[in-house]
Nanobody, 113 residues
Framework: QVQLVESGGGLVQSGGSLRLSCAASGIIFSIYSMAWYRQAPEKQRELVAA???????NYSDSVKGRFTISRDNAKNTVYLQMNSLKSEDTAVYYCNARYPHYWGQGTQVTVSS
């Protein structure tokens, strides 16, 4: 079955950095577009960054210039490098493969001010 397993979340001070990883199995990773979403308490889930199978990338305006998405097809893994973190980045971050959509279980990122 399809599994997306996130790791790398945690507690970090404002201005700090974290790197999230998502290891995929059960799919032909190289042909899937991959994305990171996040959901803060009492807010809707929102797209943070996405990378297509061909390497095209887009970011939400709120993270542009601070976050970097990348993928390693040899390792079936997608990454999210998060720099200059702010308290408003606090959320559960979810890995997504599409289409069809598959989701990871989420990893908590908490940024303290």
């Amino acid at each position: 079955q399809v599994q997306l397993v996130e790791s790398g979340g945690g507690l970090v001070q404002s201005g700090g950095s974290l790197r999230l990883s998502c290891a995929a199995s059960g799919i032909i990773f190289s042909i899937y577009s991959m994305a990171w979403y996040r959901q803060a308490p009492e807010k809707q889930r929102e797209l943070v960054a996405a990378i297509t199978s061909g390497g095209n990338i887009n970011y939400s305006d709120s993270v542009k210039g601070r976050f970097t998405i990348s993928r390693d097809n040899a390792k079936n893994t997608v990454y999210l490098q998060m720099n200059s973190l702010k308290s408003e980045d606090t959320a559960v971050y979810y890995c997504n493969a599409r289409y069809p959509h598959y989701w990871g279980q989420g990893t908590q990122v908490t940024v303290s001010s």
